[in-house]
Antibody, heavy 120, light 107 residues
Framework: QVQLRESGPGLQKPSETLSLTCTVSGGSISNYYWTWIRQSPGKGLEWIGN???????DYNPSLKSRVSISVDTSKNQFSLKLTSVTAADTAVYYCARESWFLRFRYFDYWGQGTLVTVSS | EIVLTQSPATLSLSPGERATLSCRAS??????LAWYQQKPGQAPRLLIY???NRLTGVPARFSGSGSGTDFTLTISNLEPEDFAVYYC??????????FGQGTRLEI
């Protein structure tokens, strides 16, 4: 059974860089796309970006100038960096796997989420 | 960016009743829409993909329909564990992948 687990600081100061890592267990990171999604308190889901195991990444245009996603296949991990954070970046951050379902990919495995609070 | 609008925001029903949740897209997404269920403190769970295909293990009381811009998730004979928040999601036109704002199904 594939499992994902997010890790990283739960508290960030404004203007800092948020760094989170997702560790994949029970399966290989190879041959899949991996994604980051966040959910602000009491709000809906926002797709941040994704990465293929080869390192090719796509980002939400609304965050593209501040986001970077990388992958380390040797550790079965992928990571998120979000620069210049503000209180608006306070959210639960989820990592998820994308799998092919016929023609498109959907998110079939998720981490439990990690709350990141941005506050001075 | 394709905007997904879900209605109603909150749906109050009782166990045994039938729930009908709507998701409307700002432009056609073909049949490429998914539905997720999220319970408090948990990550979303994929229920339906390509508008009407149930993921393996999802009870048959969950069904999806629609194409183009109008989609429906129907839950027949509600069980207590079905009360949760439901999100629709598209990736026909991306980036970005977008989600609806959710429908809260409450007892």
């Amino acid at each position: 059974q594939v499992q994902l687990r997010e890790s990283g600081p739960g508290l960030q100061k404004p203007s800092e860089t948020l760094s989170l890592t997702c560790t994949v267990s029970g399966g290989s990171i190879s041959n899949y796309y991996w994604t980051w999604i966040r959910q602000s308190p009491g709000k809906g889901l926002e797709w941040i970006g994704n990465i293929y195991y080869t390192g090719s990444a796509d980002y939400n245009p609304s965050l593209k100038s501040r986001v970077s996603i990388s992958v380390d296949t040797s550790k079965n991990q992928f990571s998120l960096k979000l620069t210049s954070v503000t209180a608006a970046d306070t959210a639960v951050y989820y990592c998820a796997r994308e799998s092919w379902f016929l023609r498109f990919r959907y998110f079939d495995y998720w981490g439990q989420g990690t709350l990141v609070t941005v506050s001075s | 960016e394709i905007v997904l609008t879900q209605s109603p925001a909150t749906l109050s029903l009782s166990p045994g009743e039938r729930a009908t949740l709507s998701c409307r897209a700002s432009q056609s997404v073909g049949s490429y829409l998914a539905w997720y269920q999220q319970k408090p403190g948990q990550a979303p769970r994929l229920l339906i993909y390509d508008a009407s295909n149930r993921l393996t293990g999802v009870p048959a009381r969950f069904s999806g329909s629609g194409s183009g811009t109008d989609f429906t998730l129907t839950i027949s004979n509600l069980e207590p564990e079905d009360f949760a928040v439901y999100y629709c999601q598209q990736r026909t036109d991306w980036p970005p992948i977008t989600f609806g704002q959710g429908t809260r199904l409450e007892i």
